[in-house]
């Protein structure tokens, strides 16, 4: 059964283009969650979702970032006009339906140049 | 004040040291508590989960919970050198987004 699976792993964008994150579920899970990580520093949420629908997205900021999970296909995190301070490592984790556990993916380490 | 606090360390033992790790929280609700373990430039992994109260032992780790007094704790015997990590608490409601806490540096030294 293979894990979360992210891709790409590490990604370089120039300031203004756009940073497009996917992220595949462990099989059966029906839910999908989106971290940011800043160097030394812990887990920040960002938003939950499961398939075709938003549950949280109140640690989402307001502009240029958005997320969906479509009904077929990996979750995608979308950064539009990337910005230095958005170079972070992006984590996804997946968790089964009705159950509080989480399983991560090995990241999307972004770099804006 | 937030939601969940732990000590970020760090934290240096010796090899075969008893290790204790903890976090303090301050929602009562909380149901579902996990220790995860995150190497450099890796994603977390999840090493242990309690629903509600409780210990749980797996191997030279054991979780322990007390919601009476909104605390949690991480136990690792016999510590190796390969255990150097950062450990993260996190916490949540029934099928709700994790918390985390800040983690914790642990450096284990032959």
Known sequence: NAGVMQNPRHLVRRRGQEARLRCSPMKGHSHVYWYRQLPEEGLKFMVYLQKENIIDESGMPKERFSAEFPKEGPSILRIQQVVRGDSAAYFCASSPPGQGLAFFGQGTRLTVV | ?110
């Open chain 2, 1 to 110: 004040q937030k939601e969940v606090e732990q000590d970020p360390g760090p934290l240096s033992v010796p090899e075969g040291a008893i290790v204790s790790l903890n976090c303090t929280y301050s929602n009562s609700a909380f149901q579902y508590f996990m220790w995860y373990r995150q190497y450099s430039r890796k994603g977390p992994e999840l090493l242990m989960y309690t629903y509600s109260s409780g210990n749980k032992e797996d191997g030279r780790f054991t979780a322990q919970v007390d919601k009476s007094s909104k605390y949690i704790s991480l136990f690792i015997r016999d510590s190796q050198p390969s255990d150097s990590a950062t450990y993260l608490c996190a916490m949540n409601l029934q099928a709700d987004k994790l918390i985390f806490g800040t983690g914790t540096r642990l450096q284990v030294f032959p």
